[in-house]
């Protein structure tokens, strides 16, 4: 056993070296620009799998659309075959949603995807979209523009499904101009409409003519509402939301646009079976997916059991609820044979971004943030933090330590940004909190407020995704260390957004994701208030008076407010100069006042895949601007029984 977790640490920490002939395949091309069709490459002749022989379908040409889209994949042209086995977690990555417009692999351009083109008016205001023609549901029923119109007008814009309208449809309007023509138009530009499109865009089309009998705009309330009563719901929103998300048994009867369909959902598994209208192919010309059916365990909620699972080599694919310091355990199952383990990287450039709250309502404590401007404060306890022990400790080095600012990969990216305020530096800390006349009255080595006072900060957060708990454990110790007596409270969701929403919070945190191309012009959260979220904890109270035009919050001082006029700039600017000063004015502004505190991120993330799952590339970008996997290509993954040396 020692010999073994030797063997794995040492694959680990020289990871470049264990997927070397891996590595040594780069990307296709064609994950970077737009997805060539059967037409531009020749493909004249269509396969499908044998598992849909002897089904009552038309066959495979009629059931693709007119100029089949084509995805090369990672590695190798698959085959056909075999049950996938993994949990409810991962549904999201191992079959990833299919997107109007979608992500290229570097996370800096949105692509063609569903839409066979799009455009944008130069003023910025009107997005056109052109579908594929021939694109169907997974029921044969056509795809076109009354289901974008649907999903628009009644969902997004409907009160009673959407009481409170999202920011970036707020005064919208859908126009159809014929089956596969359409349009968003808006009062104000908003260019970047698009990138919401190709990272939302499973929200922008529902079959209509399956939920339009579940909708009060298409069927007499009263036979609604019976029909509600009768399935057991409360309201005709719960029914519909509870269909639309495969969340009872009759999720079967959805149609879908993935690659794989509902069949039966129980309270202990979902049943999944390839969507025989999928509407994309290889360059050999088979129909996608190749894995034929997913069994998805739904009660396996417990993350160390799916560690375990995962480290034995009983899921194909698991990687949501996987942690960095899985990673030894995890290499054990590589080195006996049973797994393979993708050491990826979460795309967060901090895995906490802590969060002060400027809008608390102790008024000592709100003074010692944000008093005059001044951000003495949160600059000491950034230099109190010794972010290279933390790397070593929870990341085995391999992590970044780095302020909340662009991810790398970013247009907008600039190292002076990420380094700012981030020496660890406990003398300077110490004489920060003097020079705030923050002292330790009573001898207990923890600082008084300048009154006399208690000074006792309240962390409260939930523990997901990255390693919040064992990295706040240190950060308490390093800020007790130059005098500051930090409360850590690990809560659950439902009380973080209740506590997150009232204002409750003296701090709280979450990772710093949505600061990729694709998702930083749109929801700059960790940069300007402009909106109250169940994860944030800045500064929700001039975030509710931006978005109400005063009506309710608390006017933000000078300096946010001009902030804010920039956040404005940065989501409706029409020229690329204009977009790029609201951008580098914001992260400039972040990296001298320090609004949260990052500590380490761009972290490994462990990928685990069975020994008989393929094509899954070893390294890759891991979190939500990404859509965990969407940029990879899952359609491409097949099972493969023949140990190959992969």
Request: charged share 25%; aromatic share 12%; hydrophobic share 40%.
């Amino acid at each position: 056993m020692k010999l073994n977790l030797a063997l794995s640490w040492a694959c680990f920490l020289g990871a470049a070296v264990c997927v070397a002939a891996e590595d040594s395949v780069p990307l296709p091309d064609q994950w970077f620009a737009a997805p060539e069709t059967a037409s531009e490459l020749g493909i004249t002749h269509f396969s499908q799998s044998p598992f849909l022989h002897g089904q009552d379908l038309p066959p495979v040409e009629q059931r693709l659309p007119d100029d089949p889209v084509v995805v090369r994949p990672y590695r190798s042209i698959g085959r056909y075959g075999g049950t996938a086995r993994i949990t409810l977690w991962d549904n999201w990555q191992f079959f990833n949603f299919e997107h109007v417009l979608t992500i290229s692999a570097d996370l800096r351009n949105v692509l063609p995807n569903l839409a066979e083109s799009w455009s944008l008016s130069e003023d910025g205001r009107v997005t056109t979209i052109r579908l594929r023609p021939g694109i169907k549901w997974s029921d044969g029923h056509p795809l076109t523009a009354d289901d974008f119109m649907f999903r628009m007008n009644h969902v997004w814009l409907d009160r009673e499904m959407s009481p409170v309208t999202r920011r970036l449809v707020r005064g919208s309007k859908f126009v159809k101009i014929d089956d596969l023509t359409f349009q968003y138009a808006f009062p104000e530009p908003n260019p970047m409409f698009a990138n919401f499109l190709a990272h939302y865009g499973s929200h922008f089309a529902d079959p209509m003519h399956f939920f339009k009998q579940y909708h009060p705009a298409y069927r007499d309330r009263d036979e609604l509402n019976a029909l509600v009563r009768e399935k057991g719901f409360v309201t005709w929103m719960a029914m519909y939301q509870a269909l639309w998300g495969w969340g009872n048994e009759e999720a079967a009867r959805v149609p879908t646009l993935r690659a794989y369909k509902v069949v039966q959902r129980t309270p202990t598994k979902m049943r999944l079976e390839r969507n025989p209208y999928y509407f994309k192919i290889d360059p050999a010309g088979n129909q996608l997916p190749y894995i034929d059916a997913i069994d998805s365990i739904i009660l396996l909620e417990n993350s160390e059991m799916i560690t375990f699972q995962a480290a034995t080599g009983q899921l194909d694919f698991a990687a949501m609820t996987l942690r960095t310091q899985d990673i030894p355990l995890l290499k054990l199952g590589e080195a006996k044979g049973v797994n393979k383990v993708h050491i990826w990287r979460r795309l967060h450039v901090s895995d906490l971004a802590i969060q002060p709250n400027y809008n608390h309502d102790d008024p000592r404590y709100r003074e010692l943030l944000w008093g005059r401007g001044e951000r003495r404060f949160v600059r000491a306890l950034s230099h109190a933090i010794d972010r290279q022990q933390m790397n070593e400790a929870i990341y085995f080095g391999r992590g970044v330590p780095s302020q909340v600012t662009a991810h790398p990969s970013s247009r907008w990216y600039e190292r002076r940004f990420a380094e700012a305020h981030l020496r660890y530096d406990p003398d300077y800390a110490r004489a920060l909190l003097d020079e705030l006349g923050l002292r330790d009255v009573d001898g207990d080595g923890l600082r008084e407020y300048p009154d006399g006072s208690k000074l006792t900060i309240t962390l409260e957060y939930l523990d997901f995704e990255t390693p919040k708990s064992i990295s706040m454990e240190l950060v308490r110790d390093y800020w007790r260390e130059v005098g500051i007596d930090l409360r850590l409270m690990s809560i659950e969701r439902r009380l973080q957004a209740e506590r997150a929403q009232a204002n409750s919070m003296q701090m709280t945190l979450w990772h710093a994701d949505k600061v990729t191309d694709i998702l930083f012009p749109l929801v700059p959260d960790w940069f300007y208030p402009h909106r109250a979220g169940w994860e944030l904890s800045l500064w929700n109270h001039w975030a509710r008076y931006f978005q109400t035009d005063g009506e309710l919050g608390e006017e933000p001082p000078e300096p946010i407010r001009k902030l804010q006029y920039w956040g404005v700039q940065l989501r409706t600017a029409t020229t690329e100069a204009h977009r790029t000063k609201a951008a580098k004015t914001l992260l400039a502004a972040a990296a001298e006042n320090l609004w949260t505190i990052g500590t380490v991120g761009q972290a490994p993330h462990p990928v685990v895949v069975s020994t008989r799952l393929r094509n899954v590339t070893p390294t890759g970008v891991w979190g939500w601007d990404s859509r965990w996997t969407l940029p990879y290509h899952p359609a491409t993954w097949y099972l493969d029984e023949t140990p190959d040396g992969r």
